[in-house]
């Protein structure tokens, strides 16, 4: 009796729809940091993307990033604690730290409000946002003017991804 098997047996399917399985499940989560839009990103997304990239990097790592925005000139930098020679919770601020944005005439950050700068309410031009190793980072509200729109970048504490926003959000809304 001859038999003319055509199709795949239901094991075969199964252990490919599991290897399948296990495959997506490394991968998709580094789907998280791919960057689909390379050099040509506006500042405003590349201060979105720094700050999922910290917010991650400081939960593997188990160490404290800060991020340092200066509102006067547009610059936008990271320092660490272990990267910065000396100890304490604040890193000094070095003398020509690396700027990795740089927001422009045509992009503007207008402003940075957290719950510790509203109680200060002094005008610094100078924010520093704390992530820490622990999983959590500082509540902050970035404000920014790009291409005529108004944008409100919303960094939440426990939250993984910072979000954007039209307009300008403010911490009641």
């Not at 940091?33 to 917010?55: D, H, R």
Request: net charge negative.
């Amino acid at each position: 009796m001859i038999r003319n098997s055509r199709g795949f047996t239901l094991i075969e399917l199964v252990t490919v729809m599991a290897v399948m399985g296990i495959v997506l499940f490394f991968t998709l989560p580094r789907f998280d940091v791919f960057n689909p839009f390379g050099a040509s990103m506006t500042p405003t997304g590349k201060l979105v993307l720094l700050i999922e990239q910290l917010k991650s990097q400081s939960l593997e790592t188990r160490q404290d990033f800060f991020l340092n925005i200066d509102t006067a000139t547009g610059r936008v930098w990271v320092t660490s604690p272990t990267l910065a020679s000396g100890a304490g919770d604040m890193p000094k601020k070095p003398s020509s730290p690396e700027v990795l944005i740089l927001f422009s005439d045509d992009s503007s950050i207008e402003d940075v409000k957290t719950p510790l700068t509203e109680m200060d309410d002094d005008d610094d031009d100078e924010i520093t946002i704390r992530f820490s190793g622990h999983g959590y980072c500082n509540q902050a509200f970035i404000y920014i003017h790009e291409d005529g729109r108004d944008l409100t970048v919303t960094i939440e504490p426990f939250l993984p991804r910072a979000q954007l926003l039209a307009g300008h959000v403010f911490c009641g809304d």
